[in-house]
């Protein structure tokens, strides 16, 4: 008994290092791309071209970094990534707050508030999040021109919450249906009001769905080139069409360090939000799952 047990565990053992195993093969086979970014952006030209890929730097240095955030040339203008790096934060902060609130005010409305032909309004929003970004190019050029946000920050606000309001409406109402609307309706036999129910009952419970919808809001905004480009003027554009412009100015020699850098510092605000927040995104997206 005692050998069928030992043999046992030792069985349990093997399976859990193969699979400990397998799980450390897929992470490095995963992260070798950024290995490649990190170590290429702080090595010299002379190395990028003498040596291998995988090599690690022989004599690191930042000066790549600081050139690709203030000094190098994204088309007619040298100034770096950062004027534009700074036109994305101005766009994703505000687009993410308003477009969250929103979305949270009309989840909790077709959630707990019926009225003639919500499902309807449910649907069309819901078909809303599957519409392709240049199917709505056209109309909203049309809509920024005649507010005359053309080629302006605030303008790709206004873009990226329209855009957003069928995603973040679509999270908070599978969120809200899982609130006991024995709750709600308690609330409102004690004469409570609409928006007293929302401040005192739905939005202290709101923690995790707001950080899903800060995270993919942010994430899908910061990181949007089309709109950017169709709908950011020159002094609006926002970091991924600068990278872009950066990679594709060429001045007779190709700086693979600073590429890299660019596009580590143009992915470093949506890193941090996942490594900071994530654990609320998988709990905010798990907590809709098996109701409504």
């Known amino acids: 008994m005692a050998a069928d047990l030992n043999h046992d565990g030792g069985r349990i053992t093997a399976g859990r290092l193969m699979l400990y195993a397998l799980l450390v093969l897929v992470a490095l086979y995963y992260l070798a791309p950024l290995y490649v970014m990190l170590t290429t952006s702080v090595k010299t030209l002379d190395q990028i071209r003498d040596g291998n890929l995988l090599d690690f730097p022989l004599a690191p240095t930042t000066a790549a970094w600081s050139k690709a955030w203030s000094e190098a040339c994204t088309g007619v203008r040298c100034e770096g990534l950062a004027p534009y790096f700074w036109n994305s934060m101005q766009m994703a902060i505000p687009a993410v707050l308003i477009s969250s609130l929103i979305g949270s005010l009309n989840g909790y ?3 707990h508030w019926r009225f003639p032909g919500h499902n309807v309004v449910f649907t069309a929003l819901m078909v809303g999040c599957f519409i392709p970004f240049q199917v709505v ?22 873009v990226h919450i329209i855009y957003g309001i069928a995603f973040t409406t679509l999270f908070f109402r ?10 709600v309706n308690a609330a409102r036999i004690d004469g409570a009001g609409f928006f007293m129910i929302y401040r005192r009952i739905i939005f202290p419970l709101s923690l995790p769905i707001f950080m899903v919808c800060f995270i993919w809001q942010f994430t899908q905004i910061w990181n949007d080139f089309l709109f950017g480009v169709v709908f950011g003027g020159s002094d609006a554009q926002p970091v991924t069409v600068a990278l872009n412009n950066l990679v594709n100015t060429s001045t007779g020699v190709t700086e693979y360090n600073v ?21 609320y995104f998988v709990r905010g997206l798990t907590a809709g799952a098996v109701k409504g």
């Open 137 to 158: 190019i056209l109309p909203m050029a049309r809509l920024l021109g005649m507010a005359e946000l053309a080629n302006t920050t605030s303008g790709l606000i206004v």
């Open 259 to 279: 590429n890299m850098a660019a596009a580590i510092i143009a992915a470093l605000p949506t890193l941090l939000i996942y490594l900071v927040a994530g654990k």
């Open 109 to 111: 409305v077709l959630a």
């Open 174 to 183: 599978n969120y809200y249906v899982t609130v006991p609307e024995e709750l």
